[in-house]
Nanobody, 127 residues
């Protein structure tokens, strides 16, 4: 069992930055691939970014590529999402997720690949 707790959300002006954190419980954190998803009101949950167990490979949605950076610190059981050049369309609840999958058997952009989810943190970008 893995418990995930997100933090770092808030209100920011367009063009600003935020850094989201996700803290995980358990001693097997480094076995999990991790992802960030977001959900805006009235919309489906969408993939934002993912990272493999070692942190050596990252994946990004086209809409955030070049603006967002995902990283992890296995010693701290944490993953991060650095969000720069934020836009109003980035406004959403952001969720951290953990997947006990890796390699070619893992589809990082699919929410169905993830076994555990956090409660989410709100990000609001004003224009």
């Amino acid at each position: 069992q893995v418990q995930l707790v997100e933090s770092g959300g808030g209100l920011v002006q367009a063009g600003g930055s935020l850094r989201l954190s996700c803290a995980a419980s358990g001693r097997t954190f480094n076995r999990y691939s991790m992802g960030w998803f977001r959900q805006a009101p009235g919309k489906e949950r969408e993939f934002v970014a993912a990272i493999n167990w070692s942190g050596g490979t990252t994946y990004y949605a086209d809409s955030v590529k070049g603006r967002f950076t995902m990283s992890r610190d296995n010693a701290k059981n944490s993953v991060y999402l650095q969000m720069n050049s934020l836009k109003p369309e980035d406004t959403a609840v952001y969720y951290c997720a953990a997947a006990l999958r890796y390699g070619s058997s893992w589809s990082p952009a699919s929410p169905y690949e993830y076994d555990y989810w956090g409660q989410g943190t709100q990000v609001t970008v004003s224009s």
